[in-house]
């Protein structure tokens, strides 16, 4: 059973290498911090302050994370929605993203926006069976080519 809490400043480690781990086949430079992952180095300023950052975890290990951030009044951004290889396919993505649009629209938003990768073909499966509709693509790298989708959480 997924266990869910809000990040801690003790989990940053562990959630720099969930997250490398997740994204290993976009082939990065595990020493080097790309300037699109200095959200990681202040979780509590960028997701926490008109936010949230979801940990998920088995028997006390963090195995999934997710969070949203405040883009404007009305709309909130889904960013870092990971789960560790070893326990994809078992919905823990599902509940994380679930709870990110409850607390979300607690808060007042009414929209979210997302975006991924288009080498990830299982994400932009998750994403639009969950609701979420495509609105563009560009090209942010030349390893990363987005794709945008938003949800209405009305």
């Known amino acids: 059973m997924l266990k869910l809490r809000r990040y801690q400043a003790a989990d940053k480690l562990v959630i720099w290498r969930l997250h490398r781990l997740a994204i ?32 998920g975890e088995i028997m006390g290990k963090i195995v999934a ?20 290889p070893d326990f994809q396919r078992r919905g823990f993505g599902r509940i994380i993203l679930e709870e990110l649009e409850t607390r979300a629209k607690k808060m007042g938003y009414k929209k979210m926006v997302m975006d991924t990768s288009e080498k990830w073909i299982h994400a932009q499966n998750f994403y639009i069976k969950n609701g979420y509709k495509e609105t563009g693509r560009k090209v942010l790298h030349k390893r990363y080519h987005a794709i945008y989708y938003e949800k209405d959480l009305k």
């Open 24 to 55: 290993g086949d976009i082939d990065l430079n595990p020493r080097y911090k790309y300037p699109w992952e200095k959200d990681l180095d202040d979780i509590e300023t960028t997701y926490l302050e008109g936010g949230d950052f979801l940990i």
């Open 65 to 84: 994370m997710g969070a949203f951030r405040k883009i404007n009044n009305e709309t909130a951004e889904i960013k870092r929605m990971r789960v560790h």
